[in-house]
């Protein structure tokens, strides 16, 4: 069978572009047919998912998610990935409705971090992200204490997710380094940019090797799932 790549997007589109960009960029391929094939769903009129799960109405969400990765499914794709940080509250059950893996970004992220020895990382994530204990699950499955932020550092976290990236700027730098600062007194040996929109905040701005990107992590993952070979250098 041949394998192909489901992408369920849109939330935002700018981040669905920047992930798919991650996957060609971390393909080994020297031509054209060398690469994925891949379908992008950006389904841009999803909910906003932590207005959803802080309300507590996830039902028409759910649904909406469903759906996607159900056709996505249909076209024929053999995986499915969804660079979205916090839908991935859902993804466990779209995964026992769903024939077709769903690559899980957070359980990798945390498996990653885990692989390189990291004890402490910090999140850096939506409210929704944060409150769901998404990523303090899975850090902690393997042995990690995640960290979130303070509500002072987590009001500017949301702020440069939708205050700026959202709306098509390209995030403050002063504002980072304060979340930066109070990461690192936390104790954090680590952080991880746990929303896409922070993931296209680091394509404007360069971060260290203290940050590990999400969803890179799921774009790699996305690679050698599909049975691709992935590029080194």
Known sequence: MEQKLGVLGGMGPQAT???????LDRTDAARDQDHIPALILSDTGIPDRTQAILSGETGELYQRLLKD????????????AIPCNTSHYFVDKLQEDVGVPIL???????QELARQGKKRPGILATDGTIRTGLYQKECAAVGME???PDALTQRL???IIYDEIKQGEQGSREK???IDRAIRRAGCDCAILACTELSVFSTYHSLPPFYLDAMA???????TACGYPLRTI
């Open 217 to 223: 992590v799921l774009a790699q993952r996305a690679v």
């Open 176 to 178: 980072f380094a304060h």
């Open 17 to 23: 572009q920047v992930f798919y960009q991650f996957v």
């Open 157 to 159: 976290v949301m702020s």
């Open 146 to 148: 995640a960290v979130a």
């Open 104 to 110: 899980h970004m957070i359980r990798e992220t945390a």
């Open 69 to 80: 990765a159900r056709l996505l499914e249909n076209c024929g794709c053999t995986a499915i």
